[in-house]
Every structure is written in structure tokens, then in C-alpha cells.
């Protein structure tokens, strides 16, 4: 599934999703790969009975209603597509007594494993947000005397999941004895904060099947003391791909510790995103020629053939979005759609949103 795809699939359960039905009347109806149409028309047409069944007149003709609009666009499609057939419909009018009768009909870009029918208030998205999720997903750990950050990137996304203080006091000026059972405390309490962090990596990564690997970072020598007591169980010591020296905790300090880790990251989505923003601004720097930027330039460029890659930002409107997509299309310049989740996507964003690029340079 590409970037395009994501986006119009979450534009799509967004919409979607903002529907409710006045009664029960919205109509969900998932057809996986390999199913054939014949038998779905069959349950719709079952349905169609029981649907006469409903003891509210608008009710029973709204479902009526729907019903028949699904069993006519099962028959004009004749079969099942590749990926299986998604299909919603329904009276969404939010106006009592007025009818707005809407169908939508996809085939999924991941196949569909799910056969369902449901009439419910709501249609049904959970099968098709799951596409959504990103496969793999990376555990963050921000580690010092003090506190821990434990974060989680997903996608283009950096999530903080806790923070933990480890109650291990500040430094005093103190001598003899003191001194030693001063130090004795404070390593104790580095132990047990230590363990506590384990085990809260435990409760939040252990069971992650899209777990792909984990950043430590912090002080030196504070994380290679963590990783070297023990504590951390050895499925998840196995998957730390990399330990680097941040400074900063925090949001700032995990957005950091992926930034510094974005070797190891190469195919992964925030990385993918900066790198193609940092072609995008590198170019502009020293070849402002071969970049085009904001709306009025981009599409005279998109006209000419000349953009390579169209970088947009998600916080375009959508019908922008799907007017540079498909002019990016129809000259199959690659498109890549970022986020303001990094410092290169909002300056992106101060940009006008969107840009391009160039095959070659322009005058």
C-alpha cells in the first residue's frame, strides 16, 4: 500500500466513520478474496425479506432501500475483485424525514480475510483501519540516573508510552563513611530504578508482534549499565538494534534518539519522509532551479512533465491533495505525502504545503 492509498483510505473511513443512522439502517457488507458474488447477492436478497420484517415504515424502506442498491451494484460488477469487495450503504441524511441514500464500493488495497454482513447504526471500519497500522513498529527507550522515557514509533508517529523517575537523590558533599553509605543508597536505588524499567519495557513490548527492534539512549554510562545488569529480559535485550548518546528526555529526546538512529531505520516511515524532505531542501539550497514550491509553481511544472517527485503535505485539503495526486499520476512522477511530525515537515508545511522535485532544471 502506498502513501496515496493510506491517505485515501483514512480520508475515506473519516468520512465514513462521521455517519450514524437515525435506527438501525446502515448497511456493512465485507466480501473477502476468492468469495463469489453469487452467494453475497443471495444473503442480500434473504435479507430483503426480513428486512420487510421492521415494524418502522421509513426503517423498513431505508434498509430496503439500501439493500437493493448493494444487490444491483454486486450484479453490474459481475466478481469479486483481487483484494475482496468492502461495500457500505445506507440513508445518512442527518435531517429526519429526508432521504440521502449514499453506496460506497471498494476493493481494499491489502486483501480482505473478513465475510461480514451488519445493519447497525454505524457502519463497520475496524477491518479496514487494521490496513492502516503500520507492520512494524519500533520500541524508544530514553534512559538516566533520574528518569525514563519509554516511547514507541509507529509509521510516520512517535508516541511516549511512560515516564518513570528513579527517586535516586542529587549528589551531596559528604566524606568518611557518609559518604560510602551515600553512595551504597544511591546505587541501590539505580538497581531497583533500573529493574523497574525493565520490567516496564516488558509490559509494553513483549507482546508487540510488529515489534521490529529497540533504540536506547542516554548518558554515557548510564544505558550500557542498564543493558548490562540483566534485568531486561533477553527476547527484548536481543532486539536493541542500536545505543546512542542523547542528552535531551522526553519527547525531544526520543524524536532525537531516531534521528540519530536513522541508519538502522533506512525503510522505516518518519526516515523515508525526512530523507525525501531532506533531498527536497538540499536541492533547493544549492539548485533552486530544479525545485518547485507552492501551488500556483507546482502545477505549472506538474503541466510541463518536468516534476519527478511530488512531495505534498497531509495537512493540504483534500481535494488539493487529489488534484496534484492525479496530475502527478498522469506524468508518473512519484508522490510522497508527509506529515508535520518533523521539524523538515513543518518547515515543509511553511512552505505552502507542497512541492516538487524537477527532472531537469527550468529557467
Known sequence: MDERQKYELSELLKELGSYRGRHTELITVYIPEGYTLTQVGKQIEDEKGTATNIKSKSTRKNVLDALERISRHLKLLGRTPGNGLAVFSGNVSEADGRESLKLWAIEPPKPLKVR???????????????????????????????????????????????????????????????????????????KEFFRRVAEAMKVHFFENKKLKGILVGGPIPTKEEFLETGNLVTALKEKVIAVKDIGDTGMPGLKMLVEESKEVLEGQEMIKQKKILDEFFATLAKEPNKVAYGEVETEIRLKEGCVGKLIISESLEKEKIQKFSKLAEQISSEIHLVTKETPEGVQFDNLGGIGGILRFAVG
Open 116 to 190: 461480514l454482513y451488519r445493519c447497525d447504526q454505524t457502519f463497520v471500519l475496524e477491518p479496514l483501519k487494521q490496513m492502516l497500522e503500520s507492520d512494524e513498529s519500533y520500541g524508544l527507550l530514553l534512559i538516566e540516573r533520574k528518569e525514563a522515557t519509554i516511547g514507541i514509533l509507529e509509521g510516520k508517529s512517535i508516541k511516549i508510552l511512560q515516564q518513570m523517575t528513579s527517586g535516586v537523590p542529587s549528589k551531596i558533599r559528604a566524606g568518611g563513611q557518609s559518604s560510602q553509605r551515600f553512595h551504597r543508597i544511591t546505587e541501590g536505588l539505580a
